[in-house]
């Protein structure tokens, strides 16, 4: 496996992109002017509708409505799964509650839930896929939240379905040229995302070239990556007196490190490091970056490798670096 292959993941934002660009923010202030033509749809159909229709709004709305603000959040913020989910379930239900504030009890327990349901799930599916993966799910749960407008008139009593004038016709295509507009629009802010995405993936990628450079033709390449309080690695196993390259990747929006408790050859490259010293190999990568650390282990064993923050050994970052003695030949 080529060195550059090893770094080489899934597209995600980093804070010199900043979290939210101008896609989520246009997706968030859409579903707001969404939840208030609900609101005022609400107000004037509520006479109209049947207590079941009613709930059946309320449901739709609220599952759609968490779905896509859990998918949109639970992609911008991957890396810290807790956040995007409250953050996606107290959006929910504060755009469930208003639009069906009107419906009575039943419909606003209906989308209360619905909500809940929805923006939990929806922040682990953005948090499991690629940003350009989730954008495709977004429009089409963002398509079936607009779509709430349409299921008013359509589940209104049969006495009120009559057609009182021809202006009436206007409506509906009105509608039409919004939701044409709105596409466009989405489909303009999403492309520019992708081109973000793509000259950050090329800078990501020409700065591993850069940094390859520093690794030696007989060192032996172990890349790590931390994520959601874990290793991907959990054993390492190396041989004695040969050079290694650790490379640990940060893929969450927190601190990690790590630190490796055995005697090693003094090299200079560790004496950039804090707390690094002959018997120990300590290095520490801030949120969404990547660093490297070249060093020779000199007595065989099975050394414990750990993160060395508060409670995160506790929570899963912890593995075992492996030294078997070099054979002769």
């Given at each position: 496996?080529?060195?550059?292959?090893?770094?080489i993941s899934r597209k995600t934002f980093n804070k010199k992109d900043g979290l939210m660009g101008q896609y989520q923010i246009f997706i968030l202030c859409s579903l707001g002017v969404l939840t208030l033509i609900v609101v005022i749809l609400t107000f004037n159909f509520k006479r109209l509708l049947n207590l079941?229709?009613?709930?059946?709004?309320?449901?739709?709305?609220?599952?759609?409505?968490?779905?896509?603000?859990?998918?949109?959040?639970?992609?911008t913020f991957q890396g810290n799964l807790f956040y995007s989910t409250i953050l996606s379930i107290a959006i929910a239900l504060l755009a469930a509650s208003l639009s069906s504030i009107s419906f009575g009890i039943m419909p606003i327990l209906e989308g209360l839930m619905a909500g809940l349901m929805g923006g939990?799930?929806?922040?682990?599916?953005?948090?499991?896929?690629?940003?350009?993966?989730?954008?495709?799910?977004?429009?089409?749960?963002?398509?079936?939240?607009?779509?709430?407008?349409?299921?008013?008139?359509?589940?209104?009593?049969?006495?009120?379905?009559?057609?009182?004038?021809?202006?009436?016709?206007?409506?509906?295509?009105?509608?039409?040229?919004?939701?044409?507009?709105?596409?466009?629009?989405?489909?303009?802010?999403?492309?520019?995302?992708?081109?973000?995405?793509?000259?950050?993936?090329?800078?990501?990628?020409?700065?591993?070239?850069?940094?390859?450079?520093?690794?030696?033709?007989?060192?032996?390449?172990?890349?790590?990556?931390?994520?959601?309080?874990?290793?991907?690695?959990?054993?390492?196993?190396?041989?004695?007196?040969?050079?290694?390259?650790?490379?640990?990747?940060?893929?969450?929006?927190?601190?990690?490190?790590?630190?490796?408790?055995?005697?090693?050859?003094?090299?200079?490259?560790?004496?950039?490091?804090?707390?690094?010293?002959?018997?120990?190999?300590?290095?520490?990568?801030?949120?969404?970056?990547?660093?490297?650390?070249?060093?020779?282990?000199?007595?065989?064993?099975?050394?414990?490798?750990?993160?060395?923050?508060?409670?995160?050994?506790?929570?899963?970052?912890?593995?075992?670096?492996?030294?078997?003695?070099?054979?002769?030949?």
């Amino acid at each position: 496996m080529k060195y550059n292959e090893l770094y080489i993941s899934r597209k995600t934002f980093n804070k010199k992109d900043g979290l939210m660009g101008q896609y989520q923010i246009f997706i968030l202030c859409s579903l707001g002017v969404l939840t208030l033509i609900v609101v005022i749809l609400t107000f004037n159909f509520k006479r109209l509708l049947n207590l079941m229709n009613r709930m059946i709004i309320s449901m739709f709305f609220g599952m759609n409505m968490g779905l896509t603000v859990g998918l949109l959040l639970g992609s911008t913020f991957q890396g810290n799964l807790f956040y995007s989910t409250i953050l996606s379930i107290a959006i929910a239900l504060l755009a469930a509650s208003l639009s069906s504030i009107s419906f009575g009890i039943m419909p606003i327990l209906e989308g209360l839930m619905a909500g809940l349901m929805g923006g939990m799930m929806g922040a682990m599916l953005g948090e499991m896929m690629k940003i350009e993966q989730s954008i495709f799910i977004i429009r089409i749960f963002l398509f079936l939240s607009i779509s709430t407008v349409f299921l008013f008139p359509l589940l209104q009593n049969e006495k009120s379905q009559r057609i009182k004038n021809k202006v009436w016709l206007i409506k509906p295509v009105v509608l039409t040229c919004f939701i044409i507009l709105f596409i466009v629009m989405e489909t303009n802010l999403a492309q520019n995302q992708f081109n973000t995405l793509s000259k950050s993936s090329q800078s990501h990628a020409h700065h591993i070239e850069n940094t390859s450079k520093n690794v030696k033709s007989d060192s032996k390449v172990i890349s790590i990556q931390a994520q959601n309080m874990n290793y991907s690695q959990k054993e390492i196993i190396v041989e004695n007196n040969q050079p290694v390259t650790l490379i640990l990747e940060n893929k969450d929006q927190i601190e990690h490190d790590i630190e490796i408790n055995l005697p090693i050859r003094d090299n200079k490259s560790l004496k950039k490091h804090h707390g690094t010293n002959e018997n120990s190999v300590h290095l520490h990568v801030k949120p969404k970056s990547t660093e490297q650390i070249n060093f020779t282990p000199i007595a065989s064993g099975i050394y414990e490798f750990i993160c060395t923050i508060p409670g995160y050994k506790e929570s899963g970052m912890v593995g075992q670096f492996i030294v078997n003695k070099s054979v002769a030949f």
